[in-house]
């Protein structure tokens, strides 16, 4: 059994409520389900303690004995596909009095019941390396040998293309869309650097141009030229967000604020985008 923690905050409170996120797997589903309601609650609210790859409800029970006394307001968000471990987890949670949600259980039911089938009840069954697998991993390799220009020759192959000045969001952006399963390159749009020939040979539908504000630019680049004047940058920054919006309005490509929306929200925006081309 592996153990984790996790919380919103720099550090819990003391009258923190603490999340169990029990699983026979990974647990990373559940645990993004429980974070994102801890999301909703102030800095240190929530602790959570993920519990991952447990093979037996001792391993939950044994835990929850030792660290009885560390936990007061507690409850267990658990995604056990073994049914009868996931029984005998809940039995033991009901025993100790502890609140406890089953998050896939009944989604397994209910998609038996539609699919007709019998469940597999495997326990990594989801983890194994089939097609979808594969191609997550050629995606992230394909970002690595793409990131910032290199390889442009390879420009075709590319799902999605991403342009814009330093400090526009676009390699947070790849990495995002390529732990998805798509193949991201990304291109700088600074002045002087002059962009490849090879993009005039992909749809412009499948290229997107960042922006982002101008304190947020400057930001960036004080940080990489601490010695510079803080003017000149904001000159400079100004002169290339011209600069990038002309060749932007060049290739003809959408173009979003990466400021106004986190990393999910655009690579969101953009999937939807290209998966109705």
Do not use: W
């Not at 996790?6 to 429980?34: H, I, K, T, Y």
């Amino acid at each position: 059994m592996n153990v984790t923690f996790d919380q919103f905050g720099d550090e819990a409170r003391d009258d923190a409520a603490v999340v169990f996120v029990v699983s026979d797997s990974l647990g990373e589903s559940a645990n993004n389900v429980v974070l994102s309601a801890a999301a909703q609650f102030s800095d240190g609210a929530v602790r959570v303690v993920r519990l991952s790859q447990i093979e037996s409800a001792e391993d939950v029970s044994n835990y929850l004995d030792e660290h009885e006394d560390e936990y007061v307001s507690t409850a267990v968000f658990h995604s056990i596909v073994d049914p009868m471990l996931r029984r005998q987890v809940r039995n033991d949670l009901n025993a100790r009095g502890i609140l406890s949600v089953d998050i896939l259980g009944p989604v397994v039911q209910l998609l038996a019941g539609l699919t007709e089938e019998k469940p597999k009840n495997q326990a990594r069954a989801h983890h194994t390396v089939d097609a979808r697998y594969k191609r997550r991993v050629d995606a992230m390799e394909f970002f690595f040998n793409h990131d910032d220009g290199k390889n442009f020759q390879d420009l075709p192959e590319a799902d999605v293309i991403l342009v814009g000045l330093t400090g526009s969001a676009k390699t947070p952006l790849a990495m995002h869309l390529s732990f998805l399963g798509y193949k991201v390159a990304n291109l700088p749009l600074d002045p002087g650097v002059d962009l490849p020939e090879e993009l005039s040979q992909v749809d412009h539908k499948r290229v997107f141009g960042l922006v982002n504000s101008l304190d947020a630019l400057v930001e960036v680049r004080l940080r990489s030229a601490a010695d510079k004047d803080a003017n000149e940058v904001m000159a400079e920054v100004e002169d290339a967000q011209v600069y990038a919006a002309k060749r932007m309005d060049d290739l003809g490509c959408v173009c979003l604020n990466a400021e106004q929306k986190t990393v999910e929200e655009l690579g969101a925006d953009i999937i939807a985008r290209i998966e109705s081309i």
